[in-house]
DNA sequence: AATGTACACAACCGCTCTGGG
DNA sequence: CCCCAGAGCGGTTGTGTACAT
């Protein structure tokens, strides 16, 4: 690890200038003191953590510590096949955003998920033909995924798509913001939370949903649903019908879950995504 | 056995975001 | 509106270790 004396190649001088502050790897004493002092005190306040827990360290590097190593809830060791498939789906549909993708896999900390994609993962669809930045074939030449050992829910498009089979044909699908700009898999959880999905359906364009992803778990209810193999993304939109109650917020859902008739469904009955998909 | 190389991952850095004064 | 401190994020680096020569 890093010693004081290979400190940054830059000019810029560390977070932690103060002569004397200890660096590099935690001993099992540090991660003693740290722990107790955090279980006694509770976390936060990092800077001045140091000081008042009696360690030799920056607040940073406290709680990076605590964070990537010493929480309880920190699971460590071999990431499982599911725990792998998840981050790929996750860094497809969100890019290198660490946070996010480890928020939706208990256990696991950004730093690791990083770690485990630029050491496995990146190489991994490299030798696949597929390029990690993109999820796409790294040759154009080589369109049919399914040699290259992805999951049905990591080729999903969040723009128009016409990929036979999850998205039909003929109707193809986009999600859009408030001024109708395609929100792409970048920008789901920035500032404009409000999307509405566009439906291309007999040459016509239809809005299915609109003022979703107003907080936090309605947001992340949306990300479970794009990353669900059963969520609406892995529909056929050939099969999407509306509700037509004149005075209830009117949702959408597959037709292949609940058949033709009349809708009678409490909320909980409902696919996931379409709980919050009201227009 | 000695040396070189590649890999894994803990830790650091700079930057941005957020909230309070 | 501005400033500042605190917190968090993503990129990068350094070191220990396993493996190859």
């Keep these: 690890m890093r010693t004081p004396s290979s400190s940054s190649t830059t000019s810029k001088t560390p977070c932690c200038s103060k002569v004397g502050i200890k660096r590099g790897p935690w001993t099992p004493k540090e991660d003693e003191i740290l722990a107790n002092y955090i279980k006694r005190e509770g976390q936060g306040k990092w800077r001045t953590l140091p000081k008042r827990a009696g360690l ?8 990076l510590r605590w964070m990537n190593y010493l929480r309880p809830c920190v699971k460590r060791g071999h990431i499982a096949p599911d725990e792998e498939d998840l981050i790929l789906r996750l860094h497809r549909l969100l890019g290198n955003r660490w946070a996010l993708i480890a928020g939706r896999i208990p256990g696991r900390t950004d730093n690791e998920i990083k770690n485990y994609w630029n050491t496995h993962l990146s190489k991994k669809l490299i030798n696949q033909g597929i390029d990690p930045r993109t999820h796409k074939p790294l040759n154009p030449n080589i369109s049919n995924s399914s040699n290259l050992n992805i999951s049905s829910a990591t080729e999903k498009e969040m723009g128009f798509g016409s990929r036979p089979g999850a998205i039909g044909q003929n109707n193809h699908a986009k999600l859009v913001d408030c001024d109708n700009q395609v929100v792409n898999s970048s920008d789901l959880n920035r500032s404009n939370r409000e999307i509405k999905m566009m439906v291309q359906q007999g040459g016509q364009e239809k809005e299915y949903c609109n003022k979703i992803c107003d907080d936090e778990d309605i947001f992340s209810s949306f990300i479970d649903s794009l990353i669900d193999d059963n969520g609406f993304f892995n529909q056929d939109f050939t099969m999407l019908e509306e509700s037509s109650e004149a005075d209830q917020p009117r949702c959408w859902y597959p037709m292949d879950a609940f058949g033709e008739e009349q809708y009678n469904l409490t909320s909980d ?11």
């Design 269 to 279: 009955q409902l696919p996931r995504f379409c709980k919050y998909t009201y227009y």
């Design 56 to 63: 030799d360290r920056c607040g940073k590097s406290c709680r």
